[in-house]
């Protein structure tokens, strides 16, 4: 993750041409997310299908891959960004917002060999201290998943531990082990 430049305002930064892979800020400077390798790329599909087949159908909710999303000074980029179907992003006519501006309900972040896994647990941190309801830490390394939620220590979740999402998607818990199943594609 190189840092691209520093002293830029949050609006100059949101005035920048889009580049591949994302911008990213935060506490005034300017980083770039690291390209994501195939078993990020499969999680984050795994996660997506999974949640929006369940939460699409009843309108409960929507997962987004690599939506920006722009709160509390920072605009970030996670990696799948959940919102109640109340809350999806949109303009006045109805359609969905160019641009987003509030915190997702849950805010997923997948851990690529090059990240450092502490960066993105400060990340997740500052998701539930800035109005993120969950957040969750995947790394497919060591096939955990850490659960942040607000005013709660952070959960380790292994093996046959769920994920638990049902304060946003009723009816999802995802067993760990079977999220990383996925990545054998027997």
Same mark, same amino acid.
């Given at each position: 993750?190189?840092?691209?430049?520093?002293?830029?305002?949050?609006? @100059? *930064?949101?005035?920048?041409?889009?580049?591949?892979?994302?911008? @990213?800020?935060?506490?005034?400077?300017?980083?770039?997310?690291?390209?994501?390798?195939?078993h990020h790329s499969r999680i984050q599909k795994e996660l997506l299908e999974?949640?929006?087949?369940?939460?699409?159908?009843?309108?409960?909710?929507?997962? *987004?891959?690599?939506?920006?999303?722009?709160?509390?000074?920072?605009?970030?980029? =996670?990696?799948?960004?959940?919102?109640?179907?109340?809350?999806?992003?949109?303009? @006045?006519?109805?359609?969905?917002?160019?641009?987003?501006?509030? =915190? =997702?309900?849950?805010?997923?972040?997948?851990?690529?060999? @090059?990240?450092?896994?502490? *960066?993105?647990?400060?990340?997740?941190?500052?998701?539930?201290?800035?109005?993120?309801?969950?957040?969750?830490?995947?790394?497919?390394?060591?096939?955990?998943?850490?659960?942040?939620?607000?005013?709660?220590?952070?959960?380790?979740?292994?093996?046959?531990?769920?994920?638990?999402?049902?304060?946003?998607?009723?009816?999802?818990?995802?067993p760990v082990q079977e999220l990383f199943a996925s990545l054998r594609m027997?």
């Amino acid at each position: 993750m190189a840092i691209a430049q520093r002293g830029l305002t949050l609006a @100059e *930064f949101l005035d920048l041409p889009a580049e591949e892979p994302a911008l @990213e800020y935060e506490y005034g400077r300017v980083i770039q997310k690291v390209s994501p390798k195939i078993h990020h790329s499969r999680i984050q599909k795994e996660l997506l299908e999974r949640l929006n087949r369940l939460a699409e159908p009843r309108k409960i909710a929507s997962a *987004f891959p690599e939506l920006r999303a722009t709160f509390g000074g920072h605009s970030y980029v =996670p990696d799948i960004a959940v919102f109640r179907w109340a809350r999806i992003p949109r303009d @006045e006519t109805g359609q969905l917002a160019a641009d987003c501006f509030d =915190p =997702p309900d849950v805010a997923i972040e997948i851990a690529s060999p @090059e990240q450092s896994v502490n *960066f993105l647990t400060r990340r997740c941190v500052w998701y539930v201290e800035n109005g993120v309801g969950i957040a969750l830490l995947v790394d497919p390394a060591d096939e955990s998943v850490l659960m942040f939620r607000p005013n709660q220590p952070p959960r380790a979740l292994r093996g046959a531990d769920r994920i638990d999402l049902t304060d946003v998607v009723p009816r999802f818990r995802l067993p760990v082990q079977e999220l990383f199943a996925s990545l054998r594609m027997n």
